[in-house]
């Protein structure tokens, strides 16, 4: 069983930085793809970046493209989402989720199997 737990969530000002985590366990690391998503109160949860472990390529929301990068650490079998220029709108729960056996980036959270428990987010203005 595939376990993720995300950490580094908390309060920020508006024009802040946070660096959110995801540490995978439970099987042998070889995941193809890893993302992060969001939801805010009273919306759909929406896609904010997604990585391939395989070979670094990356896709980010039109929404936080030039703010937020992906990246990941294969030795310690953890994905991060370093958030930047955080803006009030970006205050939601920031989930991780993971999908195998496709190379495919994908946006839509049906495409992801495993999922971690969420981290708050909250961006004052």
């Known amino acids: 069983q595939v376990q993720l737990v995300e950490t580094g969530g908390g309060l920020a000002q508006a024009g802040g930085s946070l660096r959110l985590s995801c540490v995978v ?16 109160p009273g919306k759909e949860r929406e896609f904010v970046s997604a990585i391939n472990w395989n070979d670094d390529r990356t896709l980010y ?45 994908s946006p839509r959270p049906s495409a992801y199997i495993y999922w971690g428990q969420g981290t708050q987010v909250t961006v004052s203005s």
């Open 25 to 40: 366990s439970g099987r042998t690391f070889g995941t193809y793809i890893m993302g992060w998503f969001r939801q805010a």
């Open 61 to 105: 929301a039109d929404s936080v493209k030039g703010r937020f990068t992906i990246s990941r650490d294969n030795d310690k079998n953890t994905m991060y989402l370093q958030m930047n220029s955080l803006k009030p709108e970006d205050t939601a729960v920031y989930y991780c989720a993971t999908r195998s056996g496709s190379s495919i980036l």
